[in-house]
T-cell receptor, first 115, second 113 residues
Framework: DAGVIQSPRHEVTEMGQEVTLRCKPISGHDYLFWYRQTMMRGLELLIYFNNNVPIDDSGMPEDRFSAKMPNASFSTLKIQPSEPRDSAVYFC?????????????FGSGTRLTVV | QQQVKQSPQSLIVQKGGISIINCAYENTAFDYFPWYQQFPGKGPALLIAIRPDVSEKKEGRFTISFNKSAKQFSLHIMDSQPGDSATYFCAASKGDSSYKLIFGSGTRLLVRP
């Protein structure tokens, strides 16, 4: 398996633009997580899905952020409109209690810079 | 109650020495405690994990010590190597009931040759 695949690896955008981050989880994993990493706040859980259904979105900063998982092999995190304070590394992770014994597999992340 | 407090923020160890990173939690419902290792430009990777029914777990040079009464757990890296230089995160979750990981703030480890 190629692991969790995120795209793009780097994104530079102007303030006010829409940004879409993409994630392909490991096949067979039924949990998908979106985390944001910054120096100031560390790793923050934004939202997670179980069997494509959002379970907990309490970490989503505000209405400008939205996430979808239309099927078991694809998820998106969208920011509209983007702001400089959204600059961070965004990680997607997948897992399955029955497969990986609660261990998460993280992607390599998307480094977002909003100028 | 959802926080996991990690210390130190950074650590410098000589090659061959022991690296020790500590974490503390408040929520007694937590029942799964993993450690993740992150290299620059990469996502965190699971290193080792423990559940509260044991006080210690060892995998190679990495050992987790768990103190349930004190609500603390720590990572020990024996015979530290320059290749161990990375950022280490502790985490906790409520396992079956929640399954979302709450991460500590991270420790940047540098092992000098």
């Amino acid at each position: 398996d190629a692991g969790v695949i995120q795209s793009p690896r780097h994104e530079v955008t102007e303030m006010g633009q829409e940004v879409t981050l993409r994630c392909k989880p490991i096949s067979g994993h039924d949990y998908l997580f979106w985390y944001r990493q910054t120096m100031m706040r560390g790793l923050e859980l934004l939202i997670y899905f179980n069997n494509n259904v959002p379970i907990d979105d309490s970490g989503m900063p505000e209405d400008r952020f939205s996430a979808k998982m239309p099927n078991a092999s694809f998820s998106t995190l969208k920011i509209q409109p983007s702001e400089p304070r959204d600059s961070a590394v965004y990680f997607c992770a997948s897992s399955s209690p029955s497969v990986s014994n609660y261990g998460y597999t993280f992607g390599s992340g998307t480094r977002l810079t909003v100028v | 109650q959802q926080q996991v407090k990690q210390s130190p923020q950074s650590l410098i160890v000589q090659k061959g020495g022991i690296s020790i990173i500590n974490c503390a939690y408040e929520n007694t419902a937590f029942d799964y405690f993993p450690w993740y290792q992150q290299f620059p430009g990469k996502g965190p990777a699971l290193l080792i994990a423990i559940r509260p029914d044991v006080s210690e777990k060892k995998e190679g040079r990495f050992t987790i010590s768990f103190n349930k009464s004190a609500k603390q757990f720590s990572l020990h890296i024996m015979d530290s190597q320059p290749g161990d230089s990375a950022t280490y995160f502790c985490a906790a979750s409520k396992g079956d009931s929640s399954y979302k990981l709450i991460f500590g703030s991270g420790t940047r480890l540098l092992v000098r040759p």
